[in-house]
Protein backbone atom coordinates (compact mmCIF):
# COMPACT_ATOMS: atom_id res chain seq x y z
CA UNK A 1 0.00 0.00 0.00
CA UNK A 2 1.05 3.42 -1.08
CA UNK A 3 0.54 6.55 1.22
CA UNK A 4 0.00 10.05 -0.95
CA UNK A 5 -0.08 13.30 0.90
CA UNK A 6 -2.88 14.75 -0.66
CA UNK A 7 -1.32 18.46 -0.31
CA UNK A 8 1.59 17.57 -1.95
CA UNK A 9 -0.05 15.79 -4.73
CA UNK A 10 -2.33 18.74 -5.05
CA UNK A 11 1.01 21.43 -4.80
CA UNK A 12 2.81 19.00 -7.42
CA UNK A 13 -0.15 19.17 -9.85
CA UNK A 14 -0.65 23.18 -9.66
CA UNK A 15 3.02 23.32 -10.16
CA UNK A 16 2.90 21.33 -13.59
CA UNK A 17 -0.23 23.26 -14.95
CA UNK A 18 2.20 26.87 -14.41
CA UNK A 19 5.40 24.63 -15.91
CA UNK A 20 6.43 24.36 -19.23
CA UNK A 21 8.42 21.15 -20.04
CA UNK A 22 12.01 21.88 -21.06
CA UNK A 23 12.83 18.87 -22.59
CA UNK A 24 12.12 16.99 -25.45
CA UNK A 25 11.22 13.37 -24.14
CA UNK A 26 12.54 11.57 -26.88
CA UNK A 27 15.67 12.93 -26.32
CA UNK A 28 15.90 12.22 -22.92
CA UNK A 29 14.58 8.37 -23.59
CA UNK A 30 17.43 7.94 -25.46
CA UNK A 31 19.59 8.92 -23.08
CA UNK A 32 18.47 5.50 -20.80
CA UNK A 33 21.03 3.36 -21.42
CA UNK A 34 23.87 5.98 -21.46
CA UNK A 35 26.73 5.41 -19.06
CA UNK A 36 29.12 8.22 -19.68
CA UNK A 37 27.80 11.94 -19.86
CA UNK A 38 30.14 15.58 -19.94
CA UNK A 39 28.59 19.01 -21.17
CA UNK A 40 29.93 22.44 -21.32
CA UNK A 41 28.86 25.75 -22.37
CA UNK A 42 29.31 26.39 -25.84
CA UNK A 43 27.61 29.77 -25.90
CA UNK A 44 25.84 32.02 -22.85
CA UNK A 45 22.65 31.15 -24.58
CA UNK A 46 23.70 27.07 -25.33
CA UNK A 47 25.08 24.49 -23.83
CA UNK A 48 25.88 21.26 -25.52
CA UNK A 49 26.08 17.55 -23.80
CA UNK A 50 27.17 14.88 -24.67
CA UNK A 51 26.05 11.29 -23.73
CA UNK A 52 27.60 7.28 -24.65
CA UNK A 53 26.30 4.37 -24.72
CA UNK A 54 27.38 0.79 -25.58
CA UNK A 55 26.90 1.86 -29.04
CA UNK A 56 25.85 5.19 -29.82
CA UNK A 57 27.13 8.80 -29.09
CA UNK A 58 24.28 11.53 -28.62
CA UNK A 59 25.37 15.04 -28.97
CA UNK A 60 22.50 17.55 -27.47
CA UNK A 61 21.71 21.02 -27.05
CA UNK A 62 20.31 22.88 -24.49
CA UNK A 63 18.90 26.04 -26.42
CA UNK A 64 15.78 28.36 -24.86
CA UNK A 65 13.26 25.73 -25.96
CA UNK A 66 15.15 23.26 -24.41
CA UNK A 67 17.40 19.87 -24.94
CA UNK A 68 17.20 18.65 -28.90
CA UNK A 69 19.02 16.20 -30.06
CA UNK A 70 21.70 17.21 -32.68
CA UNK A 71 23.82 14.38 -33.83
CA UNK A 72 23.47 10.59 -32.89
CA UNK A 73 26.55 8.22 -33.87
CA UNK A 74 26.48 4.91 -34.05
CA UNK A 75 29.50 2.98 -33.42
CA UNK A 76 30.84 -0.69 -33.45
CA UNK A 77 32.41 -1.32 -30.21
CA UNK A 78 31.78 -0.41 -26.85
CA UNK A 79 32.37 3.55 -25.85
CA UNK A 80 34.87 3.72 -22.43
CA UNK A 81 35.82 7.47 -22.67
CA UNK A 82 34.46 10.60 -23.81
CA UNK A 83 35.55 14.11 -23.57
CA UNK A 84 34.81 17.88 -24.58
CA UNK A 85 36.94 20.24 -25.62
CA UNK A 86 36.29 23.64 -26.69
CA UNK A 87 36.18 22.56 -30.12
CA UNK A 88 35.59 18.44 -30.40
CA UNK A 89 34.01 15.71 -28.44
CA UNK A 90 36.71 12.64 -28.51
CA UNK A 91 35.10 8.97 -27.82
CA UNK A 92 36.07 5.66 -28.22
CA UNK A 93 38.08 2.70 -26.89
CA UNK A 94 40.27 0.85 -29.18
CA UNK A 95 39.50 3.79 -32.07
CA UNK A 96 39.33 7.21 -31.14
CA UNK A 97 36.46 9.10 -32.81
CA UNK A 98 36.06 12.88 -32.78
CA UNK A 99 33.14 15.53 -33.61
CA UNK A 100 33.77 18.65 -34.87
CA UNK A 101 31.20 20.77 -32.46
CA UNK A 102 31.23 23.54 -35.70
CA UNK A 103 30.15 21.20 -38.31
CA UNK A 104 29.00 17.90 -36.17
CA UNK A 105 31.05 16.05 -38.39
CA UNK A 106 32.92 12.69 -37.29
CA UNK A 107 35.94 11.73 -37.86
CA UNK A 108 37.09 8.08 -37.43
CA UNK A 109 33.71 6.89 -38.25
CA UNK A 110 34.19 3.25 -39.43
CA UNK A 111 31.45 3.24 -42.78
Known amino acids: MTTVNLRKLVACAEAAECSKPSFNSEVVSRTKDCYLLTSRSKLK??????????????????????????????????????????????????????????????????N
Open 45 to 110: EETVVAAASNNSVLICGWVDTGLILIKQVMVKESITALLMTKEYVLFGNQSVYDIDLKTFEVNGEE
